[in-house]
Structure formats: C-alpha cells, structure tokens
C-alpha cells in the first residue's frame, strides 16, 4: 500500500512539473493552486483538483448543449456569453439574510450547492479579469455550509457576495477590493446574474 502511495506521489509531482513546464510556451486552460496557501503550483490541460490542489478554468468555457434528444448543436447565437447575463435587480433584494434557511437548502441539495459554488467562483474571477489579476475569498473554496459568501439559498437559485481583490490581498491581511455579487440557478448549472462593486477602504479614502 505505501508502495502505492509514493507511485501516486511521485506521479502527480511529475505531472505538476510537466504540467508547469508546458505553461511556459503555451496557454493552459487550468491553473492550479495549493488549497491550504492558495499559491499557484501549475498549470494544466486538465483539472487536476485534490484534497490538496484546486485547480480552476483559466478561460471561459462555453456550456454544451444538453439538448441530445432533440440531435441539435448549440449555434453561436444560443451562447450565452457573460456580458448578456443580468446585473439584477436580486430576487432577494427584499429579504432578509438567514443562514439557517441557507443551511437548511444547503442539507437539502448538496450537490447543486456544490455545482453553484464552483460556477459563481469562476464567473467571479472571469468578470474580474482572471487569474492573474484577481483572488476571489478563501470562502469561495470552503465548504457550502455555514458559509460567509453564500448570502442567500432557495428557489431563486444560490446568492453569493464575494470578497476579492489582487493575488495575495486575503493572505497579506488586506481588505478586499472588490465585491461581486453571483447569483446561480437553483439546479446550480447556470450563472443568472453577477455585477460587482469596488470597495472603498475609509481608511484611503481621504
């Protein structure tokens, strides 16, 4: 069994380094970052996520067409880009925070939980100008439950606001940035609205 162990090691750092040296001459569609220092340790063609390695789309991928039975494509047209998702106004702009009602979805679908998770860190990231100019919160990367982010949870779909900013901003102390606000679908499959703000520091703002 270690056997095994150290071959799976020993696998998975030479693909890391494999994967690091093919970055250098071409684009890799995935970055991947230690969870626990959120600090990048390679890029690849494939996600490679672990219990110890997160790895996230650096570009934007366009959604399949789920639509098999009716032996269509998706045309350019049908593609929904981001810049065509709506900005709000929130379905919850009139109700008030409950994280217990939140848990309560969250127990209830942990997958779409999860799925939504996923989909408004990326849309996040994306509307921010990717990887290389901004970190969404460590919240992001958390589990569902009890989760700072994830503000609102029901049949209107999934709420997030997160905190972001320039890599580094959270591991050097410093207040986020910029907060965007996702809204994903209930299912947890598709982004339903996202805008930001910039965060004015009043400690700056003088």
Known sequence: MSTRRLSLSLGWSALLMLSAQTARSESMPYQCFDRTTRRPVAASLVDLSTAEVSCEPTTLLQPKNTSSELG????????????????????????TADPDAVN??????????????????????????????????ICM??????????????????????PGGSPGWEEAGDAPSVMTRVLIAADGRSVLQIDQNDVINPSTSD
Do not use: K, W
């Open 141 to 162: 990367y958390a589990s569902a439950s009890n989760n700072p982010c994830l503000i609102h949870a029901g049949p209107a779909g999934f709420e997030f606001n997160i």
């Open 72 to 95: 269509t494509t998706a045309s350019p047209e049908q593609v929904e880009t981001e810049s065509e998702i709506s900005s709000g106004p929130s379905p919850y702009a009139d109700v």
């Open 104 to 137: 309560a979805t969250v127990r209830n679908n942990p997958l779409a939980a999860r799925r939504s998770m996923n989909l408004a860190r990326g849309a996040a990231t994306r509307r921010n100008g990717g990887l290389r100019v901004y970190r969404p919160g």
